[in-house]
């Protein structure tokens, strides 16, 4: 059966996620220097978020190597300690000054903080990995996930002389991009379907304590607090909370349609997608469809699978054992399971797939430490 590997992690401020979370295996060299007087001076922005402090994780599991780290955040963050590799640092202000020195800069603030403060950074020569939707669609910004498109940013290196803008995709889409591309490079994909069942994590550190705070006011027969949420979310689902757009689609789903176009380079592909918000803490699953132009078995879909960097599949029929959001909470690898023909298409070209990711690290933080990685 499938495993996952472990590793040791560090609990960071205000971070209330467990502890065990086992790494991925390996795509790419991992250097293990930590802390070296040679190595980059990173900056992580939003960091007392929940993002932010996986990026904190992140690095540390990973032996980032830096000379330097600064903590940035809101003014209302400025001056709380946090710890990280078992020094003390005090959270700053995110100002216009912030990046000066600053080789990497790692955001997770929210959209408009990086539309302020990316641009600023990129032109004070920081190299911004930014995990907002704020310019993932925009022309020459690459848009990647290092096991699919590593090629789009190539040619972007710490000590180019020059900032640049490197954009981290919407979770889900990374989630779903992990498991369908090794199928899409073997058969290519012409159509997929996409319906997702997104835990509170993606809403942020507020709503996962919400989700944690309706689920005892219901059970004790109390009415919920809902500020995060405009309705109930414990033991109840809802269509994402994203706006609802013109052709009826949320932002969510649309970001899904786009993104996959942009990151396989391929506008014709087609791609529809429903999103659900339901009670998990933090991981998202995804019912996948595919349609492919070339045939392609389950069988050899699941050996493409079962080699594919980053994935681990978990398809026990007999034991009737697929993949499932705890499973794959504080883990690397995304899961993938229910590998079937679909018995809609004729012939071997269309597949229906089961995936399971960590929203928080795959699907945001660690996506981004990994293009980090390849900057130096």
């Not at 499938?2 to 991992?30: E, G």
């Not at 802390?35 to 904190?56: D, H, I, K, N, R």
Request: hydrophobic share 40%.
């Amino acid at each position: 059966m499938a495993t996952f590997s472990s590793h040791q992690t560090q609990t960071h401020f205000i971070s209330k996620l467990p502890a065990n979370k086992p790494r991925t295996k390996p795509m790419f060299t991992r250097v293990r220097m930590s802390y070296q007087e040679s190595a980059p001076s990173v900056a992580v922005v939003g960091v007392t978020g929940a993002v932010g402090q996986e990026f904190l994780s992140v690095l540390s599991d990973r032996d980032f190597p830096y000379r330097s780290i600064k903590m940035l955040a809101s003014k209302r963050s400025a001056g709380k300690q946090l710890s990280f590799q078992d020094k003390a640092y005090t959270v700053e202000e995110l100002t216009e000054d912030s990046f000066d020195g600053v080789d990497i800069a790692l955001f997770s603030a929210g959209g408009s903080i990086s539309k302020k403060f990316g641009p600023i950074a990129v032109e004070k020569g920081s190299i911004v990995v930014d995990n907002s939707s704020a310019f993932r669609m925009v022309e020459n910004v690459p848009l990647v996930i290092p096991e699919v498109n590593p090629e789009a940013m190539s040619g972007i290196k710490v000590g180019m002389g020059k900032g640049a803008l490197i954009a981290n995709p919407n979770c889900s889409t990374i989630i779903c991009l992990m498991a369908a591309t090794p199928l899409h490079r073997r058969a290519k994909v012409t159509r997929m379907v996409v319906s997702t069942y997104q835990a509170a994590s993606g809403a942020g550190a507020a709503a996962m304590e919400e989700l944690e705070l309706q689920t005892r006011e219901v059970l004790e027969g109390k009415p919920p607090t809902c500020k995060i949420f405009s309705q109930q979310y414990a033991f109840n689902l809802f269509s994402h909370n994203a706006p609802v757009l013109e052709n009826g689609y949320n932002e969510e789903e649309m970001k899904m349609v786009k993104e996959t176009r942009k990151i396989w380079n391929d506008k014709d592909v087609r791609v529809t997608a429903t999103c659900i918000r339901v009670p998990v803490m933090r991981a998202h699953a995804e019912s996948v469809n595919l349609q492919f132009e070339k045939p392609l078995d389950e069988d050899t879909a699941r050996d493409i699978l079962k080699n594919a960097p980053g994935v681990v599949v978990i398809d026990g029929r007999a034991s009737n054992h697929f993949p499932t959001p705890l499973e794959v909470s504080n883990k690397d690898d995304v899961a993938v399971g229910r590998i079937r023909r679909d018995v809609s298409q004729d012939g071997n070209h269309g597949l229906d797939i089961f995936v399971c990711g960590d929203q928080v690290r795959k699907g945001a933080a660690l996506n981004a430490v990994q293009i980090a990685e390849m900057l130096l």
